[in-house]
């Protein structure tokens, strides 16, 4: 555990944030226009609609929840990197 986690429950809590990130950005639209799209890739009015219209259920509809927050505020450019690690991984 990294001297910078004060005990074992943050440290959990970190990697299992680590572990989330890491699926959503894996995680594949499963259906309709952008299907087979990564979230990562699909366009911010499209997130857009679905917030307007309402997410999913379940963990597709956090998930997408999720990514439009990431788009809207700015912050894809942050996750590219990783992101463009994943997606060359997934090949």
Known sequence: MPKY???KT??????NNQ????QLLRTRM???KY???Y??????PYLVWFRQKGF???KLGEMLASMYEIKCNGLE???RPLFQKIKKADK
């Not at 979230?39 to 911010?44: D, K, N, Q, R, W």
């Open 39 to 44: 979230l990562m890739e699909l366009p911010e």
């Open 5 to 7: 986690f004060n005990n």
């Open 56 to 58: 999913p259920k379940g």
């Open 10 to 15: 943050k440290y959990m809590e970190e990697l």
């Open 77 to 79: 450019t942050m996750l």
């Open 19 to 22: 572990k989330a990130l890491i």
């Open 30 to 32: 499963p259906f309709g």
């Open 35 to 37: 299907k087979g799209y």
